[in-house]
T-cell receptor, first 111, second 113 residues
């Protein structure tokens, strides 16, 4: 079964501290993985996707197929990073436009 | 401006009174989806559509209907709403299937009393 697990509901750090939001997935094929961010009372926005291997707003995420993980990292958290973060998986074949989301992690960056 | 537009943004209604939430996108995307967002459960897909007149159930389709008569529109219909459908709903669209990022609407907060 395809599943995305974000084990932490809430992650609270101080400004300037490193951040790692965990994401583990279960999928037998080669997945397409994304991180979406939702700032307070706003729509979900794409933060980054594994295939592009880019850094957005200082965040990076590396797909680790051995550990089936796609953790989101940032070396120095900023207060404006406070938001809800969702890890999501898409199948690499038989595209249906379906995204499977994790439960989400609220990141709280304290001053 | 590329966007997904949902209406209404907020609605309070009563059990059993049919309602429709509209969704429109201006990006000529083939794929459109509806999700509901509930605390502790993340986003769950209700229905999706791969093109005009092609729709299928997602993970939580019970109590919902959809239609895709035009490429740009994908309305969500609650024929007989119940309190357990109180939630925040998001419409999303994407080109060429799930391998491309999805564009989300602003959300519709439904309260069913």
């Amino acid at each position: 079964a395809q599943r995305v697990t974000q084990p932490e509901k809430l992650l609270s750090v101080f400004k300037g501290a490193p951040v790692e939001l965990k994401c583990n997935y279960s999928y037998s094929g080669s997945p397409e993985l994304f991180w979406y961010v939702q700032y307070s009372r706003q729509r979900l926005q794409l933060l980054l996707r594994h295939i592009s291997r880019e850094s957005i707003k200082g965040f990076t995420a590396d797909l680790n197929k051995g550990e089936t993980s796609f953790h989101l990292k940032k070396p120095f958290a900023q207060e404006e990073d406070s938001a809800m973060y969702y890890c999501a998986l898409s199948r690499s074949s038989g595209n249906t436009g379906k995204l499977i989301f994790g439960q989400g992690t609220t990141l709280q960056v304290k001053p | 401006e590329a966007q997904v537009t949902q209406n209404p943004r907020y609605l309070i209604t009563v059990t059993g009174k049919k309602l429709t939430v509209t969704c429109s996108q201006n990006m000529n995307h083939e794929y459109m989806s509806w999700y509901r967002q509930d605390p502790g459960l993340g986003l769950r897909q209700i229905y999706y559509s791969m093109n005009v007149e092609v729709t299928d159930k997602g993970d939580v389709p019970e109590g919902y209907k959809v239609s895709r008569k035009e490429k740009r529109n994908f309305p969500l219909i609650l024929e007989s709403p119940s309190p357990n459908q109180t939630s925040l709903y998001f419409c999303a669209s994407t080109a060429t299937g799930g391998r491309q990022p999805q564009h989300f609407g602003d959300g519709t907060r439904l309260s069913i009393l």
